[in-house]
């Protein structure tokens, strides 16, 4: 397998270079191609917004692993025994976006080396990818863009569970991708399009993955939506908050809800009353609660679907889209259906719109929370130490179990979850200096938070262990 040391990395000074250097096909050819292997995981750091105060900016910082828009990014396939994922990388020293794809081998406890698939010409981290695996095992890899002035790509894997050859199948454009695939073989691809400056939520289907239906409207209001989905079986779910017409993403606000069972075809709220799509009124049934009138902003976090079915929406609710304490508080909250109506329950607070965690439902009962819900070495910026809550009794009361990370001089957040995921490999997270560019390493913790272990930033063979962090 072809490599490059990191000395060359180092001396590499456009993308044209570091393409070649890499081994990048250049416009990616359609024919198969051997992925190209780095010599260590290295996160891309990222910025929005430059603030002109203590903050720096609005969000910043280490995002391999962002945003919670883009999902799934790993996937647990117990067949290969192996967790599969997807982040934004970067050579050491660089801010040049590359996809990147490994995985985390249970049977060893170790990590390839990470395979670059491609140099999406950018630094802008909403480029980063997402994944799903096909019934065959073949690995899909939606290579996103933010908004229309950079194609998007599908590459799928030659071999079953193998990151070494890859084939490029479609190029497009699209943004937020969220590919699952469904239980009866198909997929199902909730996305956004970006349409006269607006972001359009939108979805699309594929009986074998080359072969795409026309992208149709989900939701359309005012100046736009951000949605987060999940899938379980051939049943989809999405929530959604919506940009009003004067604030924009800024002022994102209200929560919605629908459900479809039918690809997409038909659409309903969480009490089963059929909506009509594209969404284009805030007034509708799928409204979960209207926060605009309370003057909120809403932050989406994760969908989830409880032991009976019912959709669990997690957010953060927060007073204005800018860092530091005036805005406070940003409160993470539960949106539970109960069968017969939606019941709300505070979680946590944090200081950050952009702090990013992830929730768990499990056999035995216990919700459980991964997020950068401590204040880390930047306060009130992205990020801040890891911890872990659980609840016993439906997200209705919650405690601290463990402090994940501490002391350290980066923020860690965007703590992913991976798809079915196995309790040894159970979140994924980057870290970063959030007040100027760095380094950004990548993290996971198992189910019980044991310990943090940080992936190898340099790697002297094919394979390497992690290493114990925390």
């Known amino acids: 397998m072809p490599r490059l040391s990191l000395l060359k990395i180092w001396i590499l000074s456009s993308g044209a270079a570091l393409a070649a250097a890499w081994g990048i096909p250049a416009g990616i050819a359609d024919e198969p191609f051997t992925l190209t292997t780095a010599d260590g995981y290295h996160g891309i750091w990222y910025?929005?917004?430059?603030?002109?105060?203590?903050?720096?900016?609005?969000?910043?910082?280490?995002?391999?692993?962002?945003?919670?828009?883009?999902?799934?990014?790993?996937?647990?396939?117990?067949?290969?025994?192996?967790?599969?994922?997807?982040?934004?990388?970067?050579?050491?020293?660089?801010?040049?976006?590359?996809?990147?794809?490994?995985?985390?081998?249970?049977?060893?406890?170790?990590?390839?080396?990470?395979?670059?698939?491609?140099?999406?010409?950018?630094?802008?981290?909403?480029?980063?990818?997402?994944?799903?695996?096909?019934?065959?095992?073949?690995?899909?890899?939606?290579?996103?863009?933010?908004?229309?002035?950079?194609?998007?790509?599908?590459?799928?894997?030659?071999?079953?569970?193998?990151?070494?050859?890859?084939?490029?199948?479609?190029?497009?454009?699209?943004?937020?991708?969220?590919?699952?695939?469904?239980?009866?073989?198909?997929?199902?691809?909730?996305?956004?399009?970006?349409?006269?400056?607006?972001?359009?939520?939108?979805?699309?289907?594929?009986?074998?993955?080359?072969?795409?239906?026309?992208?149709?409207?989900?939701?359309?209001?005012?100046?736009?939506?951000?949605?987060?989905?999940?899938?379980?079986?051939?049943?989809?779910?999405?929530?959604?908050?919506?940009?009003?017409?004067?604030?924009?993403?800024?002022?994102?606000?209200?929560?919605?809800?629908?459900?479809?069972?039918?690809?997409?075809?038909?659409?309903?709220?969480?009490?089963?009353?059929?909506?009509?799509?594209?969404?284009?009124?805030?007034?509708?049934?799928a409204l979960v609660h209207d926060y605009e009138s309370e003057g909120k902003l809403v932050y989406l976090k994760q969908l989830q679907f409880d032991s009976e079915g019912h959709p669990v929406l997690l957010y953060c609710t927060s007073n204005g889209y800018r860092p530091g304490p005036e805005n406070d508080p940003r409160t993470w909250q539960i949106a539970r259906w109960t069968g017969q109506s939606w019941a709300f329950n505070d979680v946590v607070t944090s200081d950050h719109n952009y702090d990013f965690g992830s929730l768990y439902l499990e056999d035995d009962g216990t919700w459980r929370l991964i997020a950068p819900t401590s204040p880390g070495a930047q306060p009130y910026c992205t990020g801040g130490q890891m911890e872990m809550w659980v609840s016993s009794d439906q997200g209705r009361t919650w405690g601290k179990t463990k402090s994940l990370t501490h002391d350290d001089k980066r923020n860690h957040s965007f703590a992913r979850q991976p798809l079915d995921a196995h309790e040894d490999f159970y979140a994924l997270w980057g870290d970063g200096n959030a007040h100027e560019p760095s380094a950004s390493s990548l993290y996971f913790t198992d189910r019980g938070g044991t310990h943090v272990w940080r992936l190898p930033t340099q790697m002297a063979g094919e394979t390497a262990e992690p290493e114990i962090a925390w």
Do not use: C
Not at 95 to 103: E, N
Not at 133 to 144: K, M
Not at 155 to 175: A, G, L, Q
């Open 47 to 285: 910025s929005v917004g430059k603030t002109d105060d203590q903050y720096a900016y609005k969000y910043s910082g280490g995002m391999p692993t962002y945003p919670a828009k883009h999902l799934p990014i790993a996937i647990h396939a117990p067949q290969a025994n192996k967790t599969f994922f997807v982040y934004g990388g970067s050579p050491p020293g660089e801010r040049q976006l590359l996809h990147m794809i490994s995985y985390f081998d249970h049977a060893t406890g170790t990590v390839p080396r990470p395979r670059i698939l491609l140099d999406k010409k950018t630094r802008d981290a909403h480029d980063n990818p997402t994944l799903t695996i096909d019934q065959a095992g073949h690995l899909w890899v939606f290579s996103n863009s933010h908004g229309t002035s950079r194609p998007s790509f599908i590459h799928r894997s030659v071999e079953p569970y193998s990151i070494d050859r890859f084939e490029r199948v479609v190029k497009t454009n699209f943004s937020y991708g969220q590919p699952w695939t469904l239980d009866d073989g198909s997929f199902l691809f909730m996305h956004t399009r970006y349409k006269s400056g607006k972001r359009q939520t939108f979805w699309m289907t594929s009986a074998d993955g080359r072969q795409w239906s026309e992208p149709q409207p989900l939701a359309r209001m005012a100046r736009g939506h951000y949605q987060v989905s999940r899938v379980e079986g051939n049943r989809v779910g999405t929530m959604l908050n919506y940009h009003p017409p004067q604030g924009g993403l800024d002022a994102r606000t209200n929560l919605y809800y629908l459900e479809s069972s039918d690809a997409g075809r038909t659409w309903r709220a969480a009490d089963g009353t059929p909506v009509e799509t594209p969404l284009e009124s805030p007034d509708t049934a």
